[in-house]
């Protein structure tokens, strides 16, 4: 199971660090991406990270404000959120899966979910 946290409200242009814990499994999954849903839209890819052999990917939307990394020893994974904008609020995922196959940026490419967590920014 995974389990996504720290979610909050901000005021636009503060920061909040997301994380994605792992529990009664392994988090030795290849991939751990971040996607974001906001209301009335499609679920949307953010980041994501492989471990083997180590990369990171990010929307062009959020490149250079967020920073996606993990800790395999605490099974957590983490997006460290700055420059928050009012376009960024939305439920954010985590998903996870082990295989290498599959696509960074689409979400029926990742096999465990966690249940999300609301970012708010305000205006």
């Known amino acids: 199971q995974l389990q996504a946290c720290g979610g909050g409200l901000v005021q636009a242009g503060g920061s909040l660090r997301l994380s994605c814990a792992a529990s009664?499994?392994?988090?030795?999954?290849?991939?751990v991406g971040w996607f974001r849903q906001a209301p009335g839209k499609e679920r949307e890819f953010v980041s994501a990270?492989?471990?083997?052999?180590?990369?990171?990917s990010y929307a062009s939307s959020v490149k250079g404000r967020f920073t996606i990394s993990r800790d395999n020893a605490k099974n957590t994974a983490y997006l460290q959120m700055n420059s928050l904008i009012y376009e960024d609020t939305a439920i954010y995922y985590c998903?996870?899966?082990?295989?290498?196959?599959?696509?960074?940026?689409?979400?029926?490419?990742?096999?465990?979910w966690g249940q999300g967590t609301q970012v708010t920014v305000s205006s």
């Open positions: 009664g499994l392994t988090f030795s999954y290849n991939f």
């Open positions: 998903g996870a899966r082990a295989r290498t196959s599959g696509s960074w940026y689409v979400e029926y490419d990742y096999d465990f």
């Open positions: 990270i492989r471990l083997r052999p180590g990369a990171t």
